[in-house]
T-cell receptor
Framework: GAVVSQHPSRVICKSGTSVKIECRSL??????MFWYRQFPKQSLMLMAT?????????EQGVEKDKFLINHASLTLSTLTVTSAHPEDSSFYIC??????????FGAGTRLSVL | DQQVKQNSPSLSVQEGRISILNCDYT??????FLWYKKYPAEGPTFLIS?????DKNEDGRFTVFLNKSAKHLSLHIVPSQPGDSAVYFC?????????????FGTGTRLTIIP
């Protein structure tokens, strides 16, 4: 299957700082990438759809100014958690959609905000 | 409103036997279904998918069955192996969400007993 790389896998930061997470499709071009958040023992919740060259589409209840998404190329999308607070601590996962509409997922990023 | 449901949070199966994971959906507009496998602290791994024009798709030890009239799909794993122990998510797309967004079930934790 296709490979999606997500970096970093783990980040610990102080409250008030910003954290950037990268998502790369390594062996295919992805015009559409997705960012999910997973709380313990719950399903994956879609946060936003990242479209190359255009603004991201955010799900209801997700603050676009807090979770900045940039999809500057066909292989890279970034999620920046701005002014992170302890309640932002979570497991963030990106995915990239291939031409067959299958989403391939990154390994996820565990964010811990102190 | 949980449009994709996995009513069994956990399942234990003896090694070598068949594992059957079930998934129900409520949105009749869904037309594409996927199964993902997830280990703790990792991103989901795509296993197998099925389009609504089919009722069965097979790939090695994995077979997905779709019953559109019952809005039900199942994943069969045979023979089950210890490495199959993981959380399995079913996901659906289509309808008013187009083929972009995936709606995930809540997952079933499969444990294969050696």
């Amino acid at each position: 299957g296709a490979v999606v790389s997500q970096h970093p896998s783990r980040v610990i930061c102080k409250s008030g700082t910003s954290v950037k997470i990268e998502c790369r499709s390594l062996d295919f071009q992805a015009t559409t990438m997705f960012w999910y958040r997973q709380f313990p023992k719950q399903s994956l919740m879609l946060m936003a759809t990242s479209n190359e060259g255009s603004k991201a589409t955010y799900e209801q209840g997700v603050e676009k100014d807090k979770f900045l998404i940039n999809h500057a190329s066909l292989t890279l999308s970034t999620l920046t958690v701005t002014s992170a607070h302890p309640e932002d601590s979570s497991f963030y996962i990106c995915s990239a959609r291939d031409s067959a509409s299958i989403q391939y997922f990154g390994a996820g990023t565990r964010l811990s905000v102190l | 409103d949980q449009q994709v449901k996995q009513n069994s949070p956990s399942l234990s199966v003896q090694e070598g036997r068949i594992s059957i994971l079930n998934c129900d959906y409520t949105n009749s507009m869904f037309d594409y279904f996927l199964w993902y496998k997830k280990y703790p602290a990792e991103g989901p791994t795509f296993l197998i998918s099925i389009s609504s024009i089919k009722d069965k798709n097979e790939d090695g030890r994995f077979t997905v069955f779709l019953n559109k009239s019952a809005k039900h799909l199942s994943l069969h794993i045979v023979p089950s192996q210890p490495g199959d122990s993981a959380v399995y998510f079913c996901a659906a797309s289509g309808g008013e969400f187009g083929n972009e967004k995936l709606t995930f079930g809540t997952g079933t934790r499969l444990t294969i007993i050696p």
